[in-house]
């Protein structure tokens, strides 16, 4: 009797122990495996039925390794033995103008019609039940982001933030009159810990904001400036040719060579190929009007257009640098100052110096594009899935010289026509060095 326990304990040990080697061999990380069964349909306006032939992404955020399928006739999908962990969640349908007719009954304007869906940093873990993706297809503007230039350049032998640049090209085969367009960036939630007035996906719950109507949809339906800018003139002063693009730019100087900021002092660059020439660039902000104390390098060039502020951040026309932002293109009949502004939910009274944003609703958007710092550095994007299932980001980070560039497309004839999916991830990549009108990389 006395031998046998020591004997059984034994035992005992070396069955958790085969049994952990086990384990061990199946996920060197010692992270279990784990199997997800995705739910991908339509949204409900186009019917809410199975996304049958949806191809779903899983990108583990942290590996960035992706594991990839289609979407089945029962509308699901499923995946065996992933890692559990973060993953961002994308789903994509294109259909051809009559496969979309003989599907829903219409014919699109387009040739093709890309449907999105995406959730970032979700949870997979066992047990975890994922919400179904819902794909739905934004509308595709005649005018596109092609480049955005966020990152700036070297503090110390570049041009900081001053050499920020936009650049907007002509998608459709039509001339586009650029008068009265908006530019903005998106307001949103970047800390990724907050846990109180956010969705479930980290952005910011508008629908808590003091004074938000119940009656709208104020996250679905709406994004809120962060700054917004409109290009001026009164309808035809400003024709942008089908395939051509024009430059908005922070400040329309060179920034290559040293110039006299609005203080007296040089303003001098020590490697001017870290930066850009600006100088011929189409339209600039300047806020030396607006400000008491405008920043040093707003110059007002005088044959560069100003564009109108409407809504201020900074003293320029400011991006982040670390590419924590979306932003969008629209037009609105109701001027930019008319349409309604709201705290951020975090307000919780308001007061003569609360902030508040102008909310513009997503059915104006011609063209948006959320920006990411990396991969597997997320913040809640601002942007929702019709205007953008993914996002685009510079693998230098800030004050790389790096942008972010819209692929071509297609050649029709001599014109470029850029890719648009409503899905940044793959739309866009990126310029070791920022250049303004650089002919689109090929896909
Ligand atoms: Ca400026
Ligand atoms: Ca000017
Ligand atoms: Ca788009």
């Not at 085969?173 to 970047?190: F, Q, R, V």
């Not at 910011?204 to 109507?213: A, R």
């Not at 939910?345 to 609703?361: C, L, M």
């Amino acid at each position: 009797m006395t031998n046998r326990l020591p004997f059984s304990c034994s035992a005992f040990v070396l069955l958790v122990c085969s049994s952990l080697l086990l384990a061990a061999c199946d996920s060197p990380t010692g992270v279990e495996p784990v199997d997800v069964e995705l739910e991908v349909r339509f949204s409900q306006e186009y019917g809410g039925e199975p996304a049958t032939g949806a191809e779903v992404t899983l990108i583990n955020v942290e590996s960035q390794e992706s594991y990839d399928d289609t979407v089945n006739d029962n509308g699901l999908i499923s995946f065996q033995d992933l890692p559990a962990g973060s993953y961002d969640v994308e789903a994509s349908l294109t259909y051809t103008s009559s496969e979309f007719q003989d599907r829903f009954g219409t014919l699109p304007e387009s040739d093709e019609v890309s449907f999105n869906a995406s959730q970032r940093t979700v949870q997979i873990a066992e047990g975890v039940e994922l919400p179904a993706l819902e794909l739905t297809a934004g509308s595709f503007g005649n005018l596109v982001f092609k480049q955005v230039y966020y990152a700036g350049s070297d503090p110390l032998e570049g041009a900081l933030f001053r050499d920020q640049f936009i650049e907007i090209h002509n998608n459709s085969s039509e001339t586009e009159y650029l008068d009265g367009l908006y530019i903005m960036s998106a307001y949103g939630n970047n800390n990724p810990d907050r846990d109180e007035f956010v969705q479930p996906n980290g952005q910011f719950d508008w629908n808590q904001s003091i004074g938000m109507p119940s009656t709208i949809d104020a996250n679905e339906d709406y994004i809120y400036t962060r700054w917004l800018y409109q290009i001026p003139g009164s309808g035809q002063e400003y024709p942008l040719e089908p395939g051509e693009s024009v430059v908005i730019a922070q400040t329309a100087v060179n920034h290559k060579a040293p110039f006299e900021g609005n203080d007296g002092d040089v303003i001098e660059v020590e490697d001017p190929s870290l930066t850009v020439d600006l100088s011929d660039a189409d339209f600039e902000v300047y806020l030396g009007d607006e400000l008491d104390r405008p920043l040093a390098s707003d110059l007002d060039n005088p044959s560069v257009p100003n564009m109108i502020p409407y809504y201020i951040f900074g003293t320029d026309l400011i991006m982040d640098t670390s590419g924590r932002a979306g932003y969008a293109m629209f037009r609105s009949d109701t001027p930019a100052d008319e349409l309604p502004r709201y705290p951020s939910p975090i307000s919780r009274e308001i007061r003569d110096n609360t902030t508040t944003y102008i909310q513009v609703p997503t059915d104006l958007v011609i063209d948006a594009v959320q920006v990411q710092p990396a991969p597997n550095d997320q913040v809640p994007p601002d942007l929702q899935d019709a205007l953008d299932a993914g996002f685009a980001f510079v693998p230098g980070g800030r004050f790389s010289s790096n942008s972010i560039i819209r692929k071509e497309g297609r050649q029709l004839g001599d014109r470029t026509v850029l890719q648009d999916t409503n899905n940044s991830s793959d739309d866009f990549t990126s310029l070791d060095r920022a250049e303004p009108r650089i002919d689109a990389p090929q896909n």
